[in-house]
């Protein structure tokens, strides 16, 4: 059953049920809030071992060694060390990216042109010819992970809530077979009707099957991917992943035979018939076509890369950057969560001011040195999603895991400047969309945008809380007022961004479930 929306006032910024806020995060992005909890002392362990170490032992040496604490984690010391040094670059090479666009900013240039600069030579260490393609693939990262935050944060354009985990799905499929077995059951008089349910959670249905009374008789999940064997391992990769239960899954008949193989105990097929009416899973390239009619084609001249479009291209992808920065400075239910781990595990007597995350806080939002910190909390970060405890990062890589939470803890840091008055909330939301936009070339070719949103916005929320409360009790507080504080001016600039975009969305095929139609 979904969990409700947690809504938060628009002009006092006060979620009206905060313990269910939080209950509902640690449950959609953690699993449950003993996962939370052992993230949030995982980080806590990271960021204590290298306080004690890092005038002994140099960086890599130091997170090899802590990762060699958690053994099952690595198939060998090899995969272990390189994901040290991976860590590493991840963090430096993010730190270098933020000084490189502010020393760019500080010369009155504009943050488009710099990621103009930056596309290009993305899409040369790629090995990319076409430019404009590769912009293509971060502007479309962006908009995946915006998408998912948008219906997460609001509610039908009107209020500012956080509710359950939205996974975008493929609007041309779901309502297409919906279509198809409602149109049937029309013509054979049945009182059935099949239903796309407008609120989802992980595992919730794509496809509700209802009788006349309104009564759920079935649940399907519409799962639509390439006929190939990539498609097919993302595919199985997806269903281990989640919990569909009884649920029936429709998806290409080129899939059913050798998911039915892997997944003997649940009901898989490419056509649903139910008392004589069914449904049928039309094939790939049909989708493939609509969509490209609907979105590619439109774009094919915008993201043709030359000296007149570049800047608009790179305008684009800032701006998507930007709304990004809103919507995680939005998610208060996470950083609730955050604070409600670390007052626990406080009360557990682990150290609950760390000097190095002071000096991190009270450094300006320009710095970029304070790597060590970064890489300690990052490479907690890796433990708890090698672990399984973080829902949404499973099985993702640990250069993206450490990007993560780079961009968290930036961005706590906004909040805590915006929370002492050093910064307005505009200027604060800027700053954050800087550290989006100089960390948006690790998302061409990253994990799947829906993931991505939901990553920076909830784990990113809880990440940048619980660091708050390890470098002091007043940063930890002024973090989470900051968010609070800072909601009312997200929520304006999200919905100027996304005006009328929701309603329209599944006409308009602007929401598509990340790698449906890759």
Excluded at 118 to 133: D, L, M, S, T
Excluded at 365 to 382: F, M, P, Y
Aim: aromatic share 6%; charged share 20%; proline share 2%.
């Amino acid at each position: 059953m979904a969990n409700l929306p947690a809504i938060i006032d628009n002009e006092t910024g006060e979620i009206l049920n905060e313990e269910k806020a939080a209950n509902q995060t640690a449950s959609d992005v953690f699993g449950n809030e003993e996962n939370a909890q052992k993230t949030g002392n995982v980080i806590s362990t990271f960021v204590d071992s290298y306080t004690r170490h890092k005038n002994s032992l140099p960086l890599d040496v130091w997170l090899n060694q802590e990762f060699a604490n958690y053994p099952n984690l690595w198939t060998n010391d090899a995969e272990r060390n390189e994901t040290a040094l991976t860590v590493i670059k991840t963090v430096q090479d993010a730190n270098d990216e933020k000084a490189d666009l502010y020393a760019h900013l500080d010369k009155g240039k504009s943050r488009e042109s710099w990621l103009a600069k930056k596309i290009e030579q993305g899409a040369n260490a790629a090995g990319v010819v076409e430019v404009g393609k590769y912009a293509q693939g971060i502007d479309k990262a962006l908009a995946d992970a915006t998408d998912e935050m948008r219906d997460m944060i609001l509610n039908n354009g009107q209020d500012f809530v956080v509710s359950s985990a939205r996974q975008l799905h493929g609007f041309i499929a779901e309502a297409d077979l919906a279509n198809q077995f409602n149109i049937n059951a029309s013509t054979t008089g049945s009182t059935l009707k099949a239903e796309v349910p407008s609120i989802s959670t992980l595992n919730s249905p794509d496809i509700l099957i209802k009788d006349a009374a309104g009564n759920v008789v079935e649940s399907i999940q519409v799962k639509l991917y390439q006929p190939n064997e990539t498609g097919l391992k993302a595919l199985i990769k997806n269903i281990e992943t989640h919990d569909y239960g009884d649920s029936t899954i429709i998806v290409n008949k080129e899939h059913v035979e050798a998911l039915r193989e892997k997944f003997p105990d649940l009901k898989i097929a490419s056509k649903y018939e139910h008392d004589g009416v069914s449904m049928t899973m039309d094939d790939y390239e049909k989708h493939k076509a609509a969509q490209q009619k609907a979105q590619l084609e439109a774009e094919l001249k915008q993201y043709d890369w030359n000296d007149a479009s570049r800047i608009d291209i790179a305008k684009s992808i800032g701006k998507k950057a930007l709304v990004a920065a809103a919507f995680t400075a939005g998610f208060q239910s996470a950083r609730i969560l955050g604070r409600r781990v670390w007052n626990s595990l406080t009360g557990k007597d682990i150290q609950s001011t760390n000097e190095d995350l002071q000096e991190f806080f009270e450094s300006s939002v320009k710095s970029s040195t304070n790597v060590g910190v970064q890489v300690a909390v990052s490479g907690g970060l890796v433990v708890a999603a090698k672990s399984g405890w973080i829902n949404v990062l499973k099985n993702t890589p640990a250069g993206e895991i450490a990007n993560i939470a780079y961009v968290a803890i930036e961005n706590a840091k906004c909040l805590y400047k915006f929370a002492k008055g050093e910064m307005t909330a505009t200027e604060t939301l800027d700053a954050m969309g800087n550290t989006s936009a100089s960390a948006v070339g690790g998302l061409y070719g990253a994990m799947q945008g829906a993931a991505y949103g939901l990553a920076f916005g909830g784990v990113g929320a809880f990440v940048g809380a619980v660091v708050g409360g390890m470098a002091g009790s007043s940063v930890g507080e002024a973090v989470y007022q900051g968010g609070k504080a800072i909601a009312k001016t997200a929520v304006k600039l999200v919905k100027s961004a996304y005006e009328g975009v929701k309603s329209a969305a599944k006409s308009t095929l602007n929401t598509l479930t990340p790698g449906l139609f890759s």
